[in-house]
Nanobody, 123 residues
Framework: QEQLVESGGGLVQAGDSLRLSCAAS????????MGWFRQAPGKEREFVAT????????YYGDSVKGRFTISRDNAKNTAYLQMNRVKPEDTAVYYC????????????????WGQGTQVTVSS
């Protein structure tokens, strides 16, 4: 069983930067693909970014490409989402998730989920 805990959310202004962290408690973190998803009020949860087990491959949603960077430190059992040049439309609850069989954009492939961290971007 893997437990994921997100941190780093908060209230920021448009154009600012923010780094989210996702700490994993299990022993198999380094073998999992990791993903970040977000859910804005009144909207469905959407894909943000994903990274493979080694960190050698990443993929981003179109709305964050070029502004957000996903990374991981397997020695620290932690995944990160660096958010630069944030916009009000980035306001959402951000979730990290672990995929035991690979990595990708499909939410149903992720077995473990964190509780989420709120990011609010003011204009």
């Amino acid at each position: 069983q893997e437990q994921l805990v997100e941190s780093g959310g908060g209230l920021v202004q448009a154009g600012d930067s923010l780094r989210l962290s996702c700490a994993a408690s299990g022993r198999s973190f380094s073998s999992y693909g990791m993903g970040w998803f977000r859910q804005a009020p009144g909207k469905e949860r959407e894909f943000v970014a994903t990274i493979n087990w080694s960190g050698s491959a990443t993929y981003y949603g179109d709305s964050v490409k070029g502004r957000f960077t996903i990374s991981r430190d397997n020695a620290k059992n932690t995944a990160y989402l660096q958010m630069n040049r944030v916009k009000p439309e980035d306001t959402a609850v951000y979730y990290c998730a672990a995929d035991t069989n690979g990595y990708g954009v499909l939410q149903h492939n992720y077995e473990y989920w964190g509780q989420g961290t709120q990011v609010t971007v003011s204009s």
